[in-house]
């Protein structure tokens, strides 16, 4: 809900220290753990045991199926295995463990958040479901707090700016792009699934997957999410005290029929409806007030293949409707058509396409200003983009070049680039450098809505960057590391900043910003454990105006993860110790948050074939944190949960 930014002078103290002490204690724990679980089960082979796949096929990096090992930009794979450690939770809960990412958010389950990726806010970080632009046009923020983790397949992550030239606008950060299940089913199956936990926490849904010998397949799902959640303030009195529940009905579509040996058709969809009670301090007294949120994506593609030439035409609409009931319901629409074909060329493949957006907004004012009706001077716009590229992946190195250039109806034309090379040094390990150019359009929220808490900027300026990275990386069959460094100059950087003459917040461009750092991963595989880790470096700093040298807000300097895990044939486990630094939230840098370090442990348990048992336990210490607090005279800290659990059984016939 509504941030409040304001000053108070705390004095804080570093923990690098404590870090280190528990990073080593997570590793001792599971270490442990999994020493013990091996005394009672059966010794097996290891061709029996499930695999990581280390370097996997993606798709979101290049518009076309790539091996990770070929990818120029860091890229991030979550997939089914890796999503089942976070049953009951929901997509942002999994993108907080990610490399390079951090999060805002307005207390537990279901409210109000926001992600950061080396620096970008969501806003510059591109959300796909399924190829289709998902998000609000009004905010311009995904509101992936809302969706469930069940119910998706796998998730792929595009580090930097590399996407602008493929996707074009909001993707200086990144590109996020979430597949639904179904995309790889390979036999009929039913499954039930049923979770409790902690806050009366519920989860229960059911999936259906159909192949047939011609190889059409159908995949439905249905589930419910409901938790009686936690308070989202602190120490607030009256009515904001009781605790704040959030409940989502979740539905997800996936199909595809093959017409003939060369072309296929396909449908896909993901929907949650949800209702999530919230504190409305600022709105004066009033029990249990509540946001009704409907959000999701549909999509129809049809697709032609053979040996040299794949074209894809697929169109689809994503929607996020919101209302809080004491403040403005929005409507937001984005209709999407695109059109992609890929062919093979005896050295490299080229790739070319052209994509239609149609994104809009409806307003209902509920809280008329002084000044009139709230209203948008213009709720929609049309955006049409064309791009090209070439891609050759050779033994010895990899090239990609892109070229994109939108017609955005309320901006105009914008042209961005990229390219990148890397070269192999040895078996295993490469070295390489790209560089691309990306650009953002101010949302229509900070162009045009006046409301309780903040006031329209009509003269924004269009956001653009240039980025650079350089990497080295090593991919063997029982490891993948790489360390990347960063840099992304931005001119016109979009910032919401408070206003002390008319209290309130305004969206403000600043001239000259700057995200830079670096980012380590390293992820291994010796027989039956799994260890790794990973840190990122980000300095986000503004390089102009009053606050020049100063850190953008919310943006942690430092955050990591170690993690070790052991996998057997009938259960597999794994602990993890999570670290967010410092991070400032004023302008001035004069106030910050408290760095925390989280530990968690999950696993399944293969009860037979058919039945599974997983569990999840979060913040084992019970740390006490908080990823937004603001002080003032709206002084609020917004709660996060202590130590909590969730467990379930999940029930396959097949």
Not at 20 to 42: H, N
Not at 212 to 230: D, F
Not at 326 to 355: C, H, M, R, W
């Amino acid at each position: 809900m509504i941030n409040l930014e304001l000053n108070m002078v705390l004095s804080r103290s570093s923990s690098a220290t404590y870090l280190r002490l528990c990073i080593l204690s997570a590793l001792g724990v599971c270490a442990v753990s999994a020493t013990a679980a091996t005394t009672d089960i059966e010794v097996v082979n290891a061709k029996e045991l499930p695999q990581v796949e280390l370097d996997e096929i993606v798709v979101t990096a290049t518009r076309t199926p790539t091996k990770t090992s070929n990818v120029i930009a860091q890229t991030r794979v979550i997939d089914s295995e890796d999503l089942k450690r976070f049953q009951g939770q929901t997509v942002m809960e999994v993108l907080r463990r990610q490399p390079g990412f951090s999060i805002k958010q307005d207390g537990g389950m279901g409210q109000s958040s926001n992600f950061y990726l080396r620096g970008y806010d969501s806003k510059r970080v591109l959300v796909l479901i399924d190829g289709i632009r998902y998000g609000s046009m009004s905010t311009g923020q995904p509101a992936l707090g809302l969706l469930p983790a069940d119910q998706i397949d796998r998730i792929e992550i595009l580090y930097g700016a590399s996407g602008s030239s493929i996707y074009g606008s909001d993707a200086m950060g990144g590109v996020i792009q979430i597949f639904t299940k179904g995309n790889n089913v390979e036999q009929t199956n039913f499954s039930v699934t049923v979770g409790v936990g902690s806050h009366d926490h519920y989860v229960y849904g059911a999936a259906a997957h159909f192949v047939n010998e011609e190889g059409a397949k159908l995949s439905l799902s249905a589930s419910r999410n409901q938790t009686k959640g936690i308070s989202a303030l602190e120490n607030r009195p009256g009515n904001d005290k009781d605790d704040d529940g959030f409940k989502s009905d979740n539905f997800a579509l996936n199909a595809s029929i093959p017409l003939t040996q060369n072309i296929s058709v396909g449908a896909t969809g993901l929907f949650a409806k949800s209702t999530t009670e919230f504190d409305n301090f600022s709105f004066g007294p009033g029990p249990n007030a509540e946001i009704d949120h409907e959000n999701g994506v549909v999509s129809a593609f049809s697709q032609y293949e053979n040996d040299k030439l794949t074209v894809r035409l697929s169109a689809g609409q994503s929607l996020d409707k919101l209302d809080n009931k004491v403040g403005d319901a929005f409507d937001t629409k984005q209709k999407q058509a695109n059109l992609i074909s890929t062919y093979k060329l005896p050295l490299g493949k080229v790739q070319a396409g052209a994509e239609w957006l149609q994104q809009e907004v409806d307003l209902t004012d509920n809280t008329p200003s002084a000044s009139g009706k709230d209203k948008y001077k213009i709720n929609d716009r049309d955006i049409k983009g064309a791009f090209a590229g070439y891609q050759l992946n050779e033994d010895t190195y990899d090239f990609q070049a892109n070229v994109r250039f939108d017609d955005n109806s309320q901006f105009g034309n914008e042209t961005t680039f990229g390219l990148g090379y890397a070269v192999k040094l040895a078996p295993g390990l490469r070295l390489g450098t790209s560089f691309a150019t990306g650009y953002r359009a101010p949302t229509l929220n900070d162009l045009y809505i006046e409301s309780f808490y903040y006031v329209p900027n009509a003269d924004l300026k269009v956001e653009k960057s240039k980025n650079v990275e350089v990497f080295i990386e090593t991919n063997t069959a029982i490891q993948n590391t790489r360390l990347t460094a960063f840099n992304s100059d931005v001119d016109n950087l979009i910032d919401n900043r408070y206003d002390n003459n008319i209290k309130k917040y305004q969206a403000l461009n600043i001239d000259k910003a700057r995200l830079s750092g670096y980012s380590f991963t390293s992820d291994w595989q010796l027989s039956n454990i799994l260890f790794g880790g990973q840190y990122t470096r980000t300095n986000a700093e503004e390089k102009s105006g009053t606050n020049k040298g100063k850190q953008l807000v919310y943006r942690p300097e430092n955050t990591g993860l170690v993690y070790v895990g052991y996998r057997a044939a009938n259960f597999d486990i794994r602990t993890e110790a999570e670290y967010v630094g410092k991070t400032y939230n004023v302008a001035d840098n004069s106030t910050f948050i408290d760095d925390y370090t989280l530990f968690n442990i999950s696993g399944n348990y293969y009860l037979s074939p058919n039945l599974t048992w997983t569990s999840r336990i979060n913040n084992l210490t019970n740390v006490d944190y908080s990823t937004n607090e603001s002080f003032g005279q709206y002084a609020s800290r917004y709660n996060q949960d202590g130590t909590n659990f969730f467990t379930s059984l999940t029930y396959n016939w097949f």
